[in-house]
């Protein structure tokens, strides 16, 4: 049995004038999804949100460290997520979620968990080309996948089912960090998210 409390989702959004909303960047390995996530986070706590960004360095060492890279770790590590994502949200912040998440079933249950809670999921799909990725390869993933040192390694040797009906889609080899955040911070205020 679910305890509910005694503070409603109203009260809190009317004290914090603001509404709790989910956004989920997904993308390939060195797409830009933490790059944006992180600017997000600094645009909108200077807008003065209440704004909290999952990535991860804050699950995979701590909720989800008992967790491998196997399909099925995968799976239970954005199930996760989406449940924490969903409790933020719930208590009215604007959480920004930056995960590969390369399972399009995955981010559909993500999905599905704020519906039935009545939370807005926008899904952003942070999307630049294989070749862009490999050739920005920050932590040299890339070229170790491509050399067998890492198996599973997602867009290599383990699928991306890219998004097919994002809310928003970026292009980083076409966009700007800044532009990344205008065009969300946009689709917030466009929808009512931000005032």
């Known amino acids: ?20 909303v989910t956004i989920w ?17 600094q645009h909108l706590l200077h807008l003065h949100k209440f704004t909290y960004r999952l990535d991860g360095d804050n699950i995979r060492f701590g ?17 996760r997520i989406g449940e ?5 949200s719930d208590a009215s912040a ?3 979620t930056a995960f590969i998440s390369p399972y399009r079933q995955d981010r559909d249950v993500a999905r ?14 942070v999307d630049a080309p294989l070749s862009v990725v490999e050739e920005r390869d920050p932590k040299g993933l890339y070229k170790k996948a491509r050399a067998g040192e890492i198996k599973e390694f997602t867009g290599i040797s383990a699928p991306y089912e890219a998004p097919e009906t994002p809310e928003i889609h970026i292009k980083t080899d076409e966009t700007s960090v800044v532009d990344a955040v205008q065009k969300i911070t946009d689709y917030l205020v466009s929808n009512g998210y931000l005032s």
């Open 94 to 96: 604007i959480t920004i």
């Open 25 to 41: 960047l997904t993308g390939l390995s060195a797409s830009g999804k933490s790059t944006i996530a992180c600017a997000l986070e």
């Open 63 to 79: 909720l989800n460290k008992d967790l491998g890279f196997d399909e099925k770790s995968r799976n239970e590590n954005i199930r």
């Open 84 to 88: 924490v994502a969903k409790l933020f």
């Open 112 to 125: 599905e968990l704020h519906k039935k809670a009545t939370i807005p999921f926008i899904e952003v799909y």
């Open 1 to 20: 049995m679910l305890f509910t409390g005694s503070v409603t989702k109203e009260e809190r959004d009317g004290l914090l004038k603001q509404k709790g």
